[in-house]
């Protein structure tokens, strides 16, 4: 497979690079594992920089003579010299190395051997006006690799100049990626893409099972479901590599996001648990470990809560709760997830929003909005107080003008018909009612009737525009997408 550029991070780098002609610079790389943190790097550095991968299984003093041959091998250490402590290794670079130096799955120090980030700290100190040195800190567990550097009490607060967020890829990357795969249905790339989102990982993962051209039930087939299929415990290792021993509540809210409690007394009442004793879990969900978020309504202050990872969502919406027939394979449970993993609404409509902001972004639309999201409430009816949902709005509060969206993943859908039934539910949307103009989208897979009220577009379209889109996408040269020493 063709490398895709993460060219907006590389500029990044390397600007950060060349401030650390001045003086010392380090700079954070963090993200969920599979997101191309490793390849980012390699593809970064230069051929004398310095790359280490801190291996938790290795003991204090086997690592370091690790990395005391790497140094040697590049002439920074004699040819009969010998390190013995951790503090003499780190002056050794610091003093005798000009370049990068990377350290990946820094936070494995603290099962290697946790007096590294005080010596560090130390060194960094002394020699912060050492010219030409840039340090790159890179983990995959998030809330780790945050804790390191922002808690006031670990010896390496303060000690970070930069950070990068590693994000998933967006829709047009994948697009290009599936491509390459012979994969062209565009409905099997937009399901691919609500299971995998834009993690790298997975679609090289196609290539190496030689699933080249296969359908989706052919790739889940060897992801998932066969006996030893290679992604089986997948979640369950980043998960655990995440939360430690501390795993039971975690696994349980994340269980009842996926099947469908939004708000935190949907969970505790899924969980049959005060919702006081889960608030502390769920705020680590959302700011420690970044593993859920928080989406508030475009209009008033309603929030609810999702899985941002999608095949984490996948996992515990289908495999996590049903365990015991997974493990054994139980036909039953496999022909139930085959049937309904295919009913991507949710993934859907998170790719209409994709297209719009862009399609925003290049002033495609009757209007410029300001902001794009999810509306519901409540609204007096016949029979009491009922609920109504809309899946994207978009406001521009200058012009007063609104845009009401439904999106549909289904076949040859009626729009005149889906229209009628979004204006009445945009009625209850209590937003500069009398003097707002409103416009309509709606979005499927095919539609049987279009209408001239609203805007229509279908994967037709959605393929026609992400295309176009890729033709700006900067490609870096040919080399093997590989995440090594990813795990």
């Known amino acids: 497979m063709e490398f895709i550029n993460r060219h907006n991070e590389l500029e990044f780098l390397q600007e950060t690079k060349e401030l650390s002609c001045r003086k010392l610079f380090t700079i954070s790389i963090y993200g969920l594992r599979r997101i191309g943190k490793t390849r980012l790097i390699l593809h970064f550095l230069q051929k004398n920089d310095l790359y280490f991968f801190v291996n938790k299984d290795k003991t204090s003093d086997s690592l370091l003579i690790e990395y005391q041959d790497i140094i040697r091998s590049k002439n920074i250490l004699g040819e009969f010299e010998s390190l013995k402590t951790w503090d003499e290794y780190f002056r050794v670079l610091f003093e005798r190395f000009e370049g990068v130096i990377a350290f990946d799955e820094f936070q494995n120090f603290i099962k290697v051997d946790r007096s590294v980030f005080g010596i560090l700290q130390k060194n960094i100190d002394i020699y912060e006006n050492r010219k030409n040195i840039l340090f790159i800190f890179s983990g995959s567990t998030t809330g780790l690799i945050k804790k390191i550097f922002s808690d006031l009490k670990q010896p390496l607060y303060g000690r970070l100049k930069r950070s990068i967020q590693l994000e998933q890829f967006n829709f047009s990357i994948v697009l290009k990626m599936c491509e390459q795969l012979d994969i062209n249905n565009m409905s099997e790339v937009i399901t691919l893409y609500s299971i995998f989102g834009g993690f790298p990982r997975y679609y090289v993962a196609i290539d190496d099972e030689n699933l080249n051209g296969k359908n989706v039930d052919e790739i889940l087939e060897k992801f998932f479901f066969m006996k030893n299929s290679i992604f089986e415990d997948e979640v369950n290792t980043i998960l655990s590599l995440e939360f430690g021993r501390r795993s ?10 996926a099947n469908g409690s939004t708000r935190i007394s949907e969970i505790s009442s899924f969980l049959r648990k005060k919702e006081t004793s889960l608030t502390r879990q769920i705020n680590e969900l959302v700011n420690y470990f970044n593993l859920i978020g928080i989406e508030k309504s475009i209009i008033g202050n309603k929030s609810t809560i999702y899985i941002q990872h999608p095949l984490m969502n ?24 085959k049937k309904e ?34 509306q519901w409430g409540k609204f007096k009816g016949e029979k009491g107080r009922n609920v109504y949902e809309i899946d994207l709005v978009g406001l ?23 229209l009628q039934e979004l204006k009445k539910k945009a009625e209850y949307v209590q937003w500069n009612n009398e003097t707002r103009k409103h416009y309509y989208a709606v979005f499927a897979r095919s539609f049987s009737r279009r209408s001239k009220e609203a805007l229509c577009y279908d994967l ?3 393929e026609t525009h992400f295309k176009i889109s890729q033709r700006n996408l900067t490609l870096s040269q040919e080399v093997p997408l590989r995440e090594e020493g990813d795990e």
């Open 396 to 418: 521009n509060e200058s012009t007063k003008e609104i845009l009401f969206c439904e999106c549909k993943w289904k076949e040859k859908v009626n729009a005149m018909s889906i």
């Open 460 to 462: 037709k379209d959605f």
């Open 341 to 374: 993993y295919k009913n991507i609404g949710r993934g859907f409509e998170l790719l209409c929003k994709e297209f719009l902001l862009e399609k925003n972004r290049l002033e495609e639309l009757p209007f410029k909005f300001n902001d794009l999201g999810r």
């Open 314 to 337: 996948f996992w515990f919406k289908f495999i996590y709760k049903n365990f015991s027939d997974y493990e054994k394979r139980s036909p039953l449970l496999i022909d139930k997830i």
């Open 248 to 257: 039971g509540t975690y696994y349980d809210i994340l269980t009842a996001i």
